[in-house]
């Protein structure tokens, strides 16, 4: 697809003419002729002063410079600062940039708010809603066959324990570790644990005490 440039240089050299004889009879200039078929438009002077040229060479060849115009502007565009370049490399005019100094401090401003809002929303759910508890032993439904058998886990260590009934001492971090007596046979163990709120967690494990396994 030929640009406004190639179908000017074409239609001057069937025609037999040299870039002079143009000049002489359009009083175009030689150098701004010479751009104009070469595409080099950010040798001419401005949009208006292009498009007049590109209309008259035209005429002059006998071209249809309605034509000639529209591929013109197929190709190439005028920019903010009224230069002429290809339509592939001109900003829109009605680009927005989004991200800007205002936008920046907004973000950071809502990340801070957002971690802190986040951060006040698990205190209180600490604070008032029921303690964690992690039971790591025994495991579900075990067979043991000692007459005692051991508890251990973790909780919250604002949180009181009990096992079975009986308070438990947390260590540093709310980790606790204590042995549980064993009846022969099925045996239930709750392990409670109680938030200052005095909501609750309740595990329980079910422990079997065999005489010989």
Do not use: C
């Not at 040299?18 to 000049?23: F, L, N, S």
């Amino acid at each position: 697809m030929k640009t406004a440039g190639q179908i000017l240089q074409t239609a001057r050299e069937a025609a037999r003419l040299d870039i002079e004889d143009v000049t002489r009879i359009t009083k175009i200039r030689s150098q701004f002729l010479r751009s104009l078929e070469a595409d080099d438009y950010g040798r001419l002077p401005n949009a208006t002063v292009t498009r007049g040229f590109v209309r008259n060479y035209a005429e002059f060849l006998n071209l249809n410079p309605l034509h000639l115009l529209a591929v013109f502007r197929r190709d190439f565009v005028e920019n903010r600062q009224g230069q002429i370049v290809p339509r592939g490399m001109v900003e829109p005019v009605n680009k927005i940039s989004f991200w800007t100094p205002r936008t920046t401090v907004i973000a950071v401003v809502s990340l801070i708010f957002t971690v802190f809002t986040a951060y006040l929303l698990y205190q209180y759910q600490l604070l008032t809603g029921p303690p964690v508890l992690e039971v790591t032993a025994p495991a579900v439904s075990t067979t043991v066959a000692e007459n005692t058998v051991e508890i251990t886990g973790k909780t919250d260590p604002e949180a009181t324990l009990s096992v079975n009934g009986e308070l438990v001492a947390l260590d540093k971090g709310g980790e606790f570790f204590l042995r549980v007596s064993l009846i022969p046979g099925p045996n239930m163990i709750t392990i409670t644990a109680t938030a200052k709120s005095g909501k609750k967690t309740v595990v329980t494990r079910d422990v079997n005490r065999v005489d010989n396994l």
